[in-house]
Nanobody, 128 residues
């Protein structure tokens, strides 16, 4: 069982930065593929970034490449998402999620159904 708790969301102006954190509790949390997803009202949940257990494999959605950075600290059971140059279209509820190891390198990291543990979400609002 893995429990995920996100924090760090808030309201910023366009061009600003935020750092999201996700604390993972439970057996095996450090040996899983971890991802960040977001969902805006009326939209489907979309994959933002994912990182393998070692950090050696990272994936990003095209819309955030060059602006967002995913990282993890397995010793602290923490997952992070550094978000720079934020845009109004980044406004959404952000969720962290855990998946089997193979999800990160199998080309399916953007599929929500591949993740079986989810946090409660943290809201990010970017104003123009």
């Amino acid at each position: 069982q893995v429990q995920l708790v996100e924090s760090g969301g808030g309201s910023v102006q366009a061009g600003g930065s935020l750092r999201l954190s996700c604390a993972a509790y439970g057996y095996g949390s450090s040996s899983r593929c971890m991802g960040w997803f977001r969902q805006a009202p009326g939209s489907e949940r979309e994959g933002v970034a994912a990182i393998s257990s070692s950090g050696g494999v990272v994936n990003y959605a095209d819309s955030v490449k060059g602006r967002f950075t995913i990282s993890r600290d397995n010793a602290k059971n923490m997952l992070y998402l550094q978000m720079n140059s934020l845009k109004p279209e980044d406004t959404a509820m952000y969720y962290c999620a855990a998946a089997p190891l193979t999800t990160c390198s199998g080309g399916v990291w953007t599929v929500p159904g591949r993740y079986y543990y989810w946090g409660q979400g943290t809201q990010v609002t970017v104003s123009s």
